[in-house]
């Protein structure tokens, strides 16, 4: 069965650091998301991704966040300068076109602890 | 803004006893997903429900949209240890691109 993968599975960075989080979404979906999860409390979204370009994001995507899908089967989040709040366990997700489902997959996750 | 609410918070059962949580949106859904996290894993996708009304079962687990299309429950008889995990109702908002608004999830633990 197909699967969203991520890497790296566990990230330890420096506060004000760069970091890169990657996913390969399931191969022939066209829609992509970013959530992120604090240990212990919900799945919160952050931002979608459709057609090359950013669909819909969050108040908490700001302009410390990006995406990017530099191939066409890597999509990518960054956080450009981080902060220890950015701690969490970060889920890329894909959905098929609406015809096959509202089902979104879901990656194994990033777990990103910032010290 | 657009909230998903998700009660109870934490339930502890006996095995074979049963459990239910519920779901309610601050605004009317196409239509509401539920999703179990296992202890360190990540969402699964359940099931999905689209009609008002809507009851749909999977072995012990039973789900039902409300007719507001609303609300939702996710009901599991005789739970075993292997239902142990988070589950969590999550409805799709926005214009088509579905972004999933989560509830708080209701953390199941159950005792041998």
């Known amino acids: 069965e197909p699967e969203v993968t991520q890497t790296p599975s566990h990230q330890v960075t420096q506060m004000g650091q760069e970091v890169i989080l990657r996913c390969v979404p399931i191969?022939?979906?066209?829609?992509f998301y970013w959530y992120r999860q604090i240990l212990g409390q919900k799945v919160e979204f952050l931002v979608s991704f459709y057609n090359n370009e950013i669909s819909e994001k969050s108040e908490i995507f700001d302009d410390q966040f990006s995406v990017e899908r530099p191939d066409g089967s890597n999509f990518t989040l960054k956080i450009r300068s981080t902060k220890l709040e950015d701690s969490a366990m970060y889920f890329c997700a894909s959905k098929g076109l609406p015809i096959s489902g509202y089902e979104q997959y879901f990656g194994p996750g990033t777990r990103l602890t910032v010290t | 803004g657009q909230q998903v609410m998700q009660i109870p918070q934490y339930q502890h059962v006996q095995e074979g006893e049963d459990f239910t949580t519920y779901c309610n949106s601050s605004t009317t859904l196409s239509n509401i997903q539920w999703y179990k996290q296992r202890p360190g894993g990540h969402p699964v996708f359940l099931i999905q429900?689209?009609?008002?009304?809507e009851v749909k079962k999977q072995k012990r687990l039973t789900f039902q949209f409300g007719e507001a299309k609303k609300n939702s429950s996710l009901h599991i008889t005789a739970t075993q240890t292997t239902d142990v995990g988070t589950y969590f109702c999550?409805?799709?908002?926005?214009?088509?691109?579905?972004?999933?608004?989560f509830g708080a999830g209701t953390r199941l633990a159950v005792h041998p």
């Open positions: 429900l689209v009609k008002s009304g």
């Open positions: 999550a409805g799709p908002f926005s214009g088509g691109y579905n972004k999933l608004i």
């Open positions: 191969s022939n979906h066209l829609y």
